[in-house]
């Protein structure tokens, strides 16, 4: 499975980014496709992720300024960021975790190369 991962770039604080995530390759069952984040020094947090079903889970401090669509038939998922705050600069991973289609138990994940997103003061 590769994830492409864009979108990412230089915004003000307030301002919005929209970045995209496809997949493609060996797909067979997806739980679920989102985001994390990981700034300079700091570990790697979760940012929201969204189920095939539509559940969604999101950080505390992404909670109103951040949403997570997804267009299942097209295996890509969105993270819309609005009111974006210096604190958000990092570098947002796409990820994806799906069954294994030979054993249908086993559970694989997977990682996009990352892409920069850097919010001004």
């Known amino acids: 499975v590769q994830l492409q991962a864009s979108g990412g770039g230089l915004v003000q604080s307030g301002g919005s980014l929209r970045l995209s995530c496809a997949a493609s390759g060996s797909i067979f069952s997806i739980n679920t496709m989102g985001w994390y984040r990981q700034a300079p020094g700091k570990q790697r947090e979760l940012v929201a992720v969204?189920?095939?079903?539509?559940?969604?889970n999101y950080a505390d401090s992404m909670k109103g300024r951040f949403t997570v669509p997804r267009d299942n038939a097209k295996n890509t998922v969105y993270l819309q960021m609005n009111s974006l705050k210096p604190e958000d600069t990092a570098v947002y991973y796409c990820n994806l975790v799906q069954t294994d289609a030979v054993s249908r138990s086993a559970v694989l994940e997977y990682w996009g190369q990352g892409t920069q997103v850097t919010v001004s003061s």
């Open positions: 969204i189920s095939s079903g539509g559940s969604t």
